[in-house]
């Protein structure tokens, strides 16, 4: 790539570079600090990795993503730092609507809008969907979120040279309600796929880290609807919250419980200037983080009335 841009008067240098979980150099300058080689465009202040086909010319791949690099510039070598990806430019937009009915089961449809790294990583996923595969696809993700039932999946076609992507999902779930004459059930239930807030919220069960880990800046939103059988009592809905975090949390979740309708939305914002968090801003989050993502298991309280059984 080096070369094919030379030829057409663009200056482009090799980038040496770390790309595993890396995003501090150590002291002493050693040869394991880097593992992968890109380019730098000085011309546009534009980095490009040539061996990624996944992300389109002037985006990076998250393992190149806010890291730190050698820059062989002609008047000599440089550290520099790839840019991080911004919460604004990296989203997931999930609208769900879920119909149940009083024998417990429920049909569903999903709505999706990613962009940026997002939407490479949905991208990733339905490139493994084999052609005429998609039914398959929907009934192994129902059984990976603890679900039986069928359904379709619909999207256009994948195009690499933009991150956007969309999905569709329709859903038939025959054991939605595992108990129907009463119980709970999620106030927006998610499936085991990367479109949801709890996938982007990290692991913090443990009480403190030695070492830092990975924080991707993400903006996230969920928009929801539940409509019961008249036959069922919504009990209790979840309370309203919002939460924050001085360094980059922000979260935001409304419910409305009318009848027997909930609807509601959430909102999570990750908008840290960079891709790790260290041990100090591990302990600093643990509070708010694990109250967020006790809002987002919670749940609605709901009963069948007595002269209306399945």
């Known amino acids: 790539m080096q070369t094919l841009l030379k030829a057409v008067g663009i200056e482009a240098v090799p980038v040496l570079i770390n790309s595993l979980s890396e995003y501090v150099l150590p002291e002493l300058p050693t040869l394991v600090s880097f593992n992968h080689c890109i380019l730098y465009l000085p011309g546009l202040d534009l980095f490009a990795d040539p061996t990624d086909a996944r992300v389109p010319f002037g985006a990076l791949p998250m393992a190149d993503s806010d890291k730190p690099v050698a820059v062989a510039l002609a008047a000599g070598a440089k550290l520099m730092r790839t840019p991080a990806i911004a919460a604004d430019a990296n989203r997931v937009s999930v609208r769900s609507v879920w119909r149940i009915g009083k024998n417990g089961r429920a049909s569903a449809t999903i709505r999706v809008e990613t962009t940026g790294y997002a939407a490479t990583v949905l991208q990733d996923r339905l490139a493994q969907i084999p052609a005429d595969m998609g039914g398959e696809a929907v009934q192994k993700l129902l059984s990976s979120s603890n679900m039986r039932g069928t359904g379709a999946v619909r999207y256009p076609a994948i195009q690499r040279d933009v991150q956007r992507q ?133 749940t609605i309280l709901y009963q069948q009335s007595p002269e209306n059984p399945r």
């Open 166 to 298: 969309a999905l569709e999902l329709d859903l038939d779930v025959p054991n939605f309600l595992a108990e129907p004459e009463g119980g709970s059930v999620a106030a927006n239930p998610g499936l085991s796929f990367p479109i949801f807030a709890a996938a982007y919220l990290g692991n913090y069960a443990a009480d403190s880290r030695q070492l830092a880990m990975a924080c991707l800046p993400v903006r996230v939103r969920e928009d929801f609807e539940l409509y019961f059988d008249p036959g069922f009592k919504l009990l209790r809905a979840p309370e309203s919250v919002r939460l924050t975090q001085p360094d980059g949390v922000l979260y935001e979740a409304q419910y409305r419980l009318d009848g027997q309708v909930l609807t509601g939305w959430r909102e999570l914002t990750l908008s840290q200037a960079r891709h790790w968090c260290s041990p100090a801003d591990y302990s600093a989050r643990l509070s708010v983080m694990t109250s967020i993502r006790r809002n987002l298991r919670a």
